[in-house]
Each structure stands twice: as C-alpha cells, then as structure tokens.
C-alpha cells in the first residue's frame, strides 16, 4: 500500500495510529501512540510511549489533538522519517486532559496569590 503525496514523497513500510501532540514546527507534527509491552519477569503489562516527527502536508493540515494514520517514508530531515497520510478526527480523552492540566495549573496560581495575600495582610 504505497501512497504518493505531494512532492514525490513516496510512504512504504509501518504504519502508526496515533495522536498529534505538537505542530509548532512548520509543516512537522509531533505524534505520540501508546502501547503495551509484556513483562515475562513480573508477568504484568507496561505502558510505553512513541514519540516521533512526521511531515505534515498542508492538503491534511493536522492539529493539536487530532488521531492520525502516519507511514515510513524517506528521511525528510534529521529527525523526521514518517508523512502524515490520514486524519482519523479527533481524540476527545487527549483534548479533555490537556484542558485539565491547563485548569490545574490555573488553580495552583490562584492559590499561590491567595497565600501571598495572606502572608502581606499578616505583616501590615
């Protein structure tokens, strides 16, 4: 299953399912999927993580939080080796936690400026 996009660059080989967690690179995406691996050892499963940069066309124009089909391709650069080939929509669990962490650290300055207050009205 060979696809060609623009540019003559020509994907072959894996393909990856994963999630688009950065595109502050021009025309590159950062995609990150999970797997599980067996621990024969402890006879348990660990989670671990990919993370890899891939070509983001402008035809597909891949965002923050979008599920992708990536694919091999020839080295683009030094670090990007995969083409983003399909956009699968959107992954609601990522975007949900992302928003999570952004009131966490919302919260936490809030608290910071209320201790703040505390500690000068305590010293007038």
């Given amino acids: 299953m060979s696809k060609e996009i623009k540019n003559n660059i020509r994907a072959?080989?894996?393909?990856?399912?994963?999630t688009v967690i950065a595109t502050?690179?021009?025309?590159?995406?950062?995609?990150?999927?999970?797997?599980?691996?067996?621990?024969?050892?402890?006879?348990?499963?660990a989670r671990q993580r990919t993370k890899v940069?891939?070509?983001?066309p402008i035809s597909i124009a891949a965002e923050k939080g979008d599920?992708?089909?990536?694919?091999?391709?020839?080295?683009?650069s030094k670090t990007k080796n995969f083409i983003i080939i399909?956009?699968?929509?959107?992954?609601?669990?990522?975007?949900?936690?992302?928003q999570h962490m952004e009131e966490s650290k919302f919260k936490q300055k809030?608290?910071?400026e209320k201790t703040e207050e505390g500690e000068e009205s305590e010293s007038s």
């Fill in 24 to 45: 502050r690179m021009q025309k590159t995406a950062t995609v990150e999927w999970t797997m599980l691996k067996k621990l024969p050892k402890y006879e348990r499963y």
């Fill in 12 to 18: 072959h080989g894996r393909i990856f399912e994963g």
């Fill in 67 to 76: 599920r992708v089909r990536i694919q091999e391709c020839r080295p683009l």
């Fill in 110 to 112: 809030k608290k910071e």
């Fill in 86 to 98: 399909e956009k699968l929509g959107k992954n609601v669990a990522y975007i949900e936690r992302e």
């Fill in 53 to 56: 940069h891939a070509h983001n």
